[in-house]
Nanobody, 121 residues
Framework: QVQLVESGGGSVQPGGSLRLSCVVSGNILRDYNIGWFRQAPGKEREGVSCMSSSDSSIWYRNSVKGRFTASRDLAKNTAYLQMNGLKPEDSAVYYC??????????????WGQGTQVIVPS
């Protein structure tokens, strides 16, 4: 059974930082691409990042490039999303998910319960 558990969300002032964590069951991180997507109220889901399981290449959506960094720790079965320079438009519930496409970020079959990020304007 695939399980993903996110944590690390919260409220932060514009320009601040948060690091999201996602503990993943089994060998998911080793065998499948792992990504993050977000969804704000009344808006469509949008892919944020997708890391390849094979070569660790990472796709990012344009609006987060240079500010967000995805990573993983195979020993801890944990994926991370370091978010710097946060903006009000980054406010959303963030989910880690698998699998995903390193071409366009989406394509998820499994995701966690989400963690909320609030950046007040």
């Amino acid at each position: 059974q695939v399980q993903l558990v996110e944590s690390g969300g919260g409220s932060v002032q514009p320009g601040g930082s948060l690091r999201l964590s996602c503990v993943v069951s089994g060998n998911i991180l080793r065998d499948y691409n792992i990504g993050w997507f977000r969804q704000a109220p009344g808006k469509e889901r949008e892919g944020v990042s997708c890391m390849s399981s094979s070569d660790s290449s990472i796709w990012y959506r344009n609006s987060v490039k240079g500010r967000f960094t995805a990573s993983r720790d195979l020993a801890k079965n944990t994926a991370y999303l370091q978010m710097n320079g946060l903006k009000p438009e980054d406010s959303a519930v963030y989910y880690c998910a698998t699998p995903c496409s390193t071409d366009y970020g989406m394509g998820y079959d499994y995701w966690g319960q989400g963690t909320q990020v609030i950046v007040p304007s």
